[in-house]
Each structure stands twice: as structure tokens, then as C-alpha cells.
């Protein structure tokens, strides 16, 4: 018992640990939009704080609406990592900043670059290259998206492209083919979903809770219960994906829309519900409850497709990549996750794995929901002591108790052999 409160202790500590707002969820993408205004471009670009921190951290810590930091740090970054090429030749750019908005998960600085272009110059020899953060942090994204006029024509062509540090420069009227768009935004889907740990916390939550309501089945029919585990986790992870995807396009359509802050305490929310769930009443996960938590997280997902442009045909092959990517990896993950635990259900510390899981997330949850709530860090962390150091105190209590009751246990027998 020592042995395993102390483990307890470890783990609880470890939670408060990792489970920073900073891991909630995906980082926040860089959005560039590209749009003509008679003989300019115009690049409204948006650009997330603490990502440009993390890729510049020998900078001092920004400020919002700061005009000596914009003047003399972001406005040089930008010139530097932003470039515009007409036949391999760089065109001058002017940057002026437009101020500061929250966008997907943080604040983001708003700036525009406009590009002069020559007399009678051709869009198709148009090339841009832009690899700002990405050449620091590796797993960043910037979504590049065009609405540009054909030449000669009153046509506009619509492009939406994902650039990476490996992939960062892109030619403006070579329109990306829908197989292209498919795989593009297939692999942006599923860096979307592995650096979303809410998301992932939700899932194995759902897993985990249909495999302990089926415990003593497992144990006593092995065969037939592991296959109704399946399934039922099948059904589970299907509803929540129909539900998701539902949200997700409707959400990537503009038919549906909510503050960006309300679908993330939404989230953490649910992960919360989840959590307790999972320790409490396993057996009683509501479909439709999973269903509506479905809903919610595809809202959540869809914030980083709203820049998409208005062309059905890229938007449709783009949501459909994007939703493709977070799909596979979840049943990845639910190939993976499901003979795992189906291995443990004999083990006699499989409760207390489940119990000490299911803690961990609800002090994930917990902190995620009042960082959201409040705005900043700051209050996430002061919850994050407070339930650390409660936790810890709950577990040396439970110690002391049982060290107590060992020690009465002990002091009966050793008084009936006497």
C-alpha cells in the first residue's frame, strides 16, 4: 500500500506538471491570406504570439500593441522570412501592423505586407516563400490561402496551401490539384489531432470506460466479451466521429459558428465529464451525450480551417483531407489503445490504473477549463498548486488511515493468539 500511494503521489505531482495550458491543445497556425488590389498584393497575415516567442526566445517576452517591439523585432522577422519573387526576382514589401485579435487558441498580431508589382507583370511567374517560426519550431503550420484573378480573364482562382518547414515556398497561380489538397491537408489533420491532448484524453477516456463497465463479463467469457468490447467501442468512437465531422463542416461552411473561447471551455469541459465518468460510473456512457461531445470537438477542430476561401471545390477537398487525418489517427489510436488495455483487465491493479488515469485527466481537465475560462495562465497554475497539494494531502490521510487500521488489525490478532 506504501508503495502504491507513493506511486499516487508521483503521478499526481506529474500531472500538475504536464498538464499546462501550453499542452491543452494544437498550437495555433500562422494564416496568410493573398489577395490583388489593382497593381499590389496584399498579404494579411496572422500571426501567433506565443509561437513566434518559442521560435524567438532570446527576445524579450511581447507585448501586446507594443509599437517599439513591432517597429524593431516583428517588423524586420517578417521582412526577413517573407518573401516575393517575380521570376526569381525579389519584390520590396511594405509591413504595417493592423494590431492585435485572439485567433484559434491565443493572441495573434495582425499585420498586412503589400507587394508593388511592376507594369504589366504576369501572377504566373508569381512565387512566395514565407518560412516565419517554422524554421525554429519544427512542427508548426502556416496556412497559405490565395483568391487572385486570372489574367485576361474576369475569373478569380481560389488556392489554399499548408507550408511546413520542409515545404515553404509555393507559386501563387498554380492552383494545388485536389489529390493535393487531399494529402495536404490529410497530414495537416493528423498534426492537428497528436498535438491535441484534450482531444486524445476524451477518447481513451470513452475507450477505457467501455472496457471497465464490461470488466466482469471479460473475465468470466473472454472471447465473446472482448468482441462486444470492440464493437461497443466501435459504436462509441463512431458517434463521436459522425458527430465531429457533422460540426466540422458546417463549421468549415460558415453555417455554424461560435466564439472560439466557448468550443474550448466546451472541450475541457467534456474531458472533465469524461474523467469522472471514467472513475465514477464507467457503465453509464449516454450516446447521445458522446454524440453531442462529437459536435463540440469538431467546432473546436474547424478553427483552424476558417481562413479557407470561399471556392466550394478547395474547401471541400480541404475539410475532407483535414477530417480524413484526424479519423485515421483515431482509429489508430483505438487499434493501438484497445488490445492494450483488453491485456490488463486480469491485472490485478487494472481499478487502480483506471482510477489513477481518470485523476490525472480530471486535474488536466480541471486546470484546462479555469485557464480558459479566466484568460490567462496564471489562475490555471494557482488551481494547479491547489489541487496538487490537495491531492497529495488526500493520499497522506489515506495512508495514515490504512497504516491505523493495519496496526488495530495487528494488535486484535496478535491479542487472539495470545
Same mark, same amino acid.
Given at each position: 500500500?506504501?508503495?502504491?500511494?507513493?506511486?499516487?503521489?508521483?503521478? $499526481?505531482?506529474?500531472?500538475?506538471?504536464?498538464?499546462?495550458?501550453?499542452?491543452?491543445?494544437?498550437?495555433?497556425?500562422?494564416? $496568410?491570406?493573398?489577395?490583388?488590389?489593382?497593381?499590389?498584393?496584399?498579404?494579411?497575415?496572422?500571426?501567433?504570439?506565443?509561437?513566434?516567442?518559442?521560435?524567438?526566445?532570446?527576445?524579450?517576452?511581447?507585448?501586446?500593441? @507594443?509599437?517599439?517591439?513591432?517597429?524593431?523585432?516583428?517588423? /524586420?522577422?517578417? =521582412?526577413?522570412?517573407?518573401?516575393?519573387?517575380?521570376? @526569381?526576382? /525579389?519584390?520590396?514589401?511594405?509591413?504595417?501592423?493592423?494590431?492585435?485579435?485572439?485567433?484559434?487558441?491565443?493572441?495573434?498580431?495582425?499585420?498586412?505586407?503589400?507587394?508593388?508589382?511592376?507594369?504589366?507583370?504576369?501572377?504566373?511567374?508569381?512565387?512566395?516563400?514565407? @518560412?516565419?517560426?517554422?524554421?525554429?519550431?519544427?512542427?508548426?503550420?502556416?496556412?497559405?490561402?490565395?483568391?487572385?484573378?486570372?489574367?485576361?480573364?474576369?475569373?478569380?482562382?481560389?488556392?489554399?496551401?499548408?507550408?511546413?518547414?520542409?515545404?515553404?515556398?509555393?507559386?501563387?497561380?498554380?492552383?494545388?490539384?485536389?489529390?493535393?489538397?487531399?494529402?495536404?491537408?490529410?497530414?495537416?489533420?493528423?498534426?492537428?489531432?497528436?498535438?491535441?491532448?484534450?482531444?486524445?484524453?476524451?477518447?481513451?477516456?470513452?475507450?477505457?470506460?467501455?472496457?471497465?463497465?464490461?470488466?466482469?463479463?471479460?473475465?468470466?467469457?473472454?472471447?465473446?466479451?472482448? =468482441?462486444?468490447?470492440?464493437?461497443?467501442?466501435?459504436?462509441?468512437?463512431?458517434?463521436?466521429?459522425?458527430? =465531429?465531422?457533422?460540426?466540422?463542416?458546417?463549421?468549415?461552411?460558415?453555417?455554424?459558428?461560435? /466564439?472560439?473561447?466557448?468550443?474550448?471551455?466546451?472541450?475541457?469541459?467534456?474531458?472533465?465529464?469524461?474523467?469522472?465518468?471514467?472513475?465514477?460510473?464507467?457503465?453509464?456512457?449516454?450516446?447521445?451525450?458522446?454524440?453531442?461531445?462529437?459536435?463540440? =470537438?469538431?467546432?473546436?477542430?474547424?478553427?483552424?480551417?476558417?481562413?479557407?476561401?470561399?471556392?466550394?471545390?478547395?474547401?471541400?477537398?480541404?475539410?475532407?483531407?483535414?477530417?480524413?487525418?484526424?479519423?485515421?489517427?483515431?482509429?489508430?489510436?483505438?487499434?493501438?489503445?484497445?488490445?492494450?488495455?483488453?491485456?490488463?483487465?486480469? &491485472?490485478?491493479?487494472?481499478?487502480?490504473?483506471?482510477?489513477?488515469?481518470?485523476?490525472?485527466?480530471?486535474?488536466?481537465?480541471?486546470? &484546462?477549463?479555469?485557464?480558459?475560462?479566466?484568460?490567462?495562465?496564471?489562475?490555471? &497554475?494557482?488551481?494547479?498548486?491547489?489541487?496538487?497539494?490537495?491531492?497529495?494531502?488526500?493520499?497522506?490521510?489515506?495512508?495514515?488511515?490504512?497504516?491505523?487500521?493495519?496496526?488495530?488489525?495487528?494488535?486484535?490478532?496478535?491479542?487472539?493468539?495470545?
Amino acid at each position: 500500500m506504501a508503495i502504491r500511494c507513493n506511486v499516487f503521489r508521483l503521478l $499526481i505531482v506529474l500531472a500538475g506538471l504536464f498538464a499546462q495550458p501550453t499542452f491543452a491543445h494544437p498550437a495555433s497556425t500562422t494564416s $496568410i491570406v493573398v489577395s490583388q488590389q489593382d497593381d499590389a498584393l496584399h498579404f494579411n497575415v496572422l500571426l501567433p504570439i506565443e509561437q513566434l516567442q518559442m521560435a524567438m526566445p532570446d527576445w524579450p517576452v511581447l507585448v501586446r500593441n @507594443d509599437e517599439a517591439q513591432l517597429n524593431t523585432l516583428i517588423i /524586420p522577422y517578417l =521582412h526577413q522570412h517573407l518573401t516575393v519573387s517575380l521570376a @526569381d526576382i /525579389p519584390i520590396s514589401i511594405n509591413i504595417e501592423p493592423l494590431g492585435t485579435e485572439r485567433c484559434e487558441y491565443e493572441d495573434c498580431l495582425r499585420l498586412e505586407a503589400v507587394a508593388r508589382l511592376p507594369a504589366n507583370a504576369s501572377l504566373s511567374a508569381l512565387t512566395v516563400a514565407y @518560412d516565419g517560426i517554422t524554421h525554429r519550431v519544427r512542427n508548426h503550420r502556416t496556412l497559405l490561402i490565395t483568391d487572385l484573378p486570372v489574367e485576361n480573364t474576369n475569373r478569380m482562382v481560389s488556392g489554399a496551401y499548408v507550408l511546413s518547414w520542409s515545404h515553404k515556398t509555393v507559386s501563387l497561380l498554380v492552383t494545388p490539384t485536389h489529390f493535393q489538397l487531399l494529402t495536404r491537408f490529410f497530414q495537416l489533420g493528423l498534426h492537428h489531432i497528436l498535438e491535441g491532448l484534450d482531444h486524445l484524453a476524451f477518447l481513451l477516456c470513452l475507450i477505457w470506460s467501455v472496457i471497465t463497465a464490461n470488466l466482469q463479463t471479460i473475465k468470466t467469457n473472454s472471447h465473446r466479451s472482448k =468482441h462486444q468490447v470492440v464493437t461497443q467501442s466501435i459504436v462509441l468512437i463512431s458517434l463521436f466521429t459522425v458527430g =465531429h465531422t457533422l460540426s466540422l463542416a458546417l463549421s468549415a461552411l460558415n453555417m455554424l459558428a461560435l /466564439p472560439a473561447w466557448v468550443t474550448e471551455v466546451g472541450v475541457a469541459a467534456s474531458v472533465l465529464i469524461a474523467a469522472v465518468t471514467l472513475a465514477i460510473r464507467p457503465q453509464s456512457q449516454n450516446r447521445l451525450i458522446v454524440l453531442l461531445f462529437g459536435l463540440i =470537438h469538431g467546432m473546436a477542430f474547424s478553427e483552424v480551417l476558417h481562413a479557407l476561401p470561399v471556392d466550394t471545390s478547395t474547401r471541400f477537398f480541404a475539410v475532407a483531407g483535414f477530417n480524413v487525418g484526424v479519423e485515421v489517427f483515431q482509429i489508430l489510436l483505438a487499434a493501438v489503445t484497445l488490445p492494450a488495455l483488453l491485456a490488463l483487465t486480469n &491485472w490485478q491493479y487494472f481499478n487502480s490504473c483506471r482510477m489513477v488515469f481518470a485523476g490525472l485527466v480530471a486535474v488536466a481537465a480541471c486546470i &484546462w477549463l479555469i485557464e480558459r475560462l479566466s484568460g490567462t495562465s496564471a489562475a490555471s &497554475w494557482i488551481v494547479c498548486v491547489i489541487m496538487v497539494l490537495t491531492g497529495l494531502i488526500l493520499l497522506t490521510k489515506l495512508r495514515y488511515r490504512d497504516h491505523r487500521t493495519e496496526t488495530r488489525t495487528t494488535r486484535a490478532s496478535l491479542k487472539y493468539k495470545n
